[in-house]
């Protein structure tokens, strides 16, 4: 397959392209001056803008026009905290609502464990009383006594630690009980 070469007329470069094509290719571009609108005529040239002198507003419309900046300040205001207590009103029942049944989802399962627990224990229960599982009552005969260890020491609720340097003394005491 042989690369082909195109100039691409809008941006003044040189086009490689290595894919065919099925359509027949064009001899020439069209010119960039065909357009389907109308040519316009150039602008007139104007003389350079000049600006008047600013002239100072009588007082009674300088109130006025401050008047209207803060009604406006205020206007946007009361809008901004009515779309907010909207948007409170709309979302906190959703999702109270959605919390809610999170809860009876929770109590359900509650119910269920505890229901399975009591069954659980219903059944070994029931195994215990039979002869053949090799259970016993308990007798105070079968108790296992543990003695205690006669070598330990009593540590003291607080100790006093002597700091070798001065009379200072540090006084130790538990943090917690």
């Keep these: 397959m042989a690369p082909t070469f195109c100039i691409d007329p809008f941006h003044q470069t040189t086009i490689i392209s290595t894919h065919m094509s099925a359509l027949p290719k064009p001899d020439t571009y069209p010119s960039l001056d065909h357009s389907p609108f109308p040519k316009q005529p150039p602008l007139p040239k104007t003389a350079p803008l000049t600006f008047l002198p600013k002239q100072q507003l009588p007082t009674a419309l300088q109130v006025l026009l ?9 206007t946007l205001g009361v809008v901004c905290i009515t779309l907010g207590i909207y948007g409170w009103t709309v979302y906190t029942p959703l999702r109270w609502s959605q919390k809610y049944q999170q809860l009876q989802a929770l109590q359900k399962t509650e119910r269920q464990l505890v229901a399975n627990t009591e069954a659980i224990k219903h059944q070994l229960a ?15 005969d079968q108790n296992i006594f543990l003695s205690t260890k006669q070598n330990t020491t009593i540590v003291s609720k607080a100790q006093t630690v002597a700091v070798t340097p001065g009379t200072h003394s540090l006084t130790v005491k538990p943090i917690a009980y």
Excluded: K, M, R, Y
């Excluded at 401050?66 to 205020?74: E, V």
């Excluded at 039979?130 to 009552?137: A, R």
């Design 126 to 140: 029931q195994e215990a009383d039979l002869p053949s599982s090799g259970l016993v009552n308990p007798s105070p």
């Design 66 to 74: 401050g008047f209207q900046q803060a009604t406006s300040w205020i």
